[in-house]
Structures are given as C-alpha cells and as structure tokens.
C-alpha cells in the first residue's frame, strides 16, 4: 500500500451555516459523464456562478481491484473538477478524496459511481474556517523493503543431490514492491492442455514467487486463473490451475493465510471472444496474482 502525508479537511455544520453538497453519477467503468449527468452538472454551475466548491470527493462500486478502482475514482474527480474550473469559485487548499470500495456502498450500485461536490454559499463565506475545520492526517511512511534476489533457487532433491534454477529477479523484485490492488502476470507459466499440471519450463516462475513470499512476510496475494477460447469453463480449469500454484506455495511453507485462489473462467478476457489468433488465446489463457497485503 502507498503511505502518504495528506491533508484532510473535515466538514463541520451548525445550525447558523452549512456546507452544501451535489454530486453527479457515472456510467460503469466510465470516468466520463453521460449526457444527462453532463447536463445536469452544467446546470448546476449555472445556477452556482457564486458558491465555492471546498472539497471533491470520487465514488466506485465494488467491481474490479481496489487499485482499478482507485485510479478510475481518481479520473472522475479530474474530470469533474476540469469541467468546473473557472466556472465556480473553488477554495485554494481544497481536498479531492478518491473511494475504490473503501467506502460505505449502497445496495445499489449505480449509486455508488459519483464524484460529490461540496461547497459554501456566498452567506456563509464569512464563516467559511467555521465550517470548514483543516485536520492534518499525518501517516508514517511506509518503506518497501530493499531486497536483493538471488538469481538463483537452489533446490534440493530426495536424494539429497541439488539442482540450480535460473529465476527473474526483475519479477521478485517488482512484486516485492507492488501496491494493493496491483495486478502482476505470471509470465510463462504454462500448463499441459486441458489440464492443472504445471509444465516443467515453468518451474522458475513457481520458485520466483516462493522465493518473494518468503522474503517479504507481509506479502498477501490471491492468485486469479483465466481460461481463453470458451465463453464456459465445464471443467473449472481456471481455478484448479490456480489453486496448483497455491497448493504449491503452501507444501513449500507459506502460510494458507496470507494467499487465496479464485477462477474467473473466461469473464475477464484480455481480448474479446473468441480470439482473432494464439497471441490473443495466449493472452487470455493466464495466471495472474493480485496483490491484497504490501
């Protein structure tokens, strides 16, 4: 997770003045409003010319990772407040917030897809530091752990006899730094036709990510499996592949705890169904780990 300084501001009401609040809804995945919600918005800063906005906050639903979420958030505040700059008044050390899922939702769903404006009218502008109460939310930063990777896992055989495995330090390394919600491929890792069973040229990938869940002990991720061709997954592929890496994990010592295992069939494909040629099968047909805990 990214730590950060910020500076909260905290709303504050009495019965004399008040802050005000608006907010605009968005289609799902969109970060642009539709012609109505746009019409609405535009509206409203018509009939606003004299408020000041003091704060932008940005809403999604629970669809897709907290980081996609995050960053979808993010762009709606952006567009929101580019439609609005130069229109209204807005206060100089005003706050955007931006709420993947981390939020209270509604049951449903479209109401959770918003950017909300709030802003003081012209009255209680000489209010305006009663109203608004500056809060600093100080945390402490949080270091990703510097780690150097072997290039190398060194495996031992029953009979004692070991095997050198060339592993990707550069994949050890970007895991071991990722953000919540951030989404990593498992490059090469292939299994045989219609089955679970991890072919051999995939080895190093399983032994990577051992090697990055041993040495970052806070590591938490799910492991996603995604299947291409059908729009029906009949034999569970995707999450028996998934859950072949996971139990693989845990019989080399990870804690079931910090690892989950899911399969999304062909729902989340890369490119539509079906695939134009193999580079868009191949694309589809992944493994992908989702990190939940940094």
Partial sequence: MKFFITLLLSFLASCAFAQEQVSFFFDSNKFVLNKTELLKLNQWISIKKEVKVVGVYGFCDEEGSVGYNDT???KRIDYVFNTIKGKVKVREDFKTRSFGELHSLSSIKSENRKVTLYYILP????NEEKIIAKKKEVVVEKKKPNIKFSDTYVYENPDGSTVNIKVDTVFMKKVSVANVGEKLKLENMNFFVDTFAIMPQSRSVMYELLMVMTNVPGL????????CCVQKDFRDLSTQRAKAIYKFLEFNGIEKSRMTFVGFSSTKPLYPLPEKNEAEREANRRVEIEI???
């Fill in 220 to 227: 938490k991720i799910q492991i996603q499996g995604h299947i």
């Fill in 123 to 126: 009255k209680d502008f000489v």
């Fill in 72 to 74: 979808l958030a993010r």
């Fill in 292 to 294: 939940i805990a940094n």
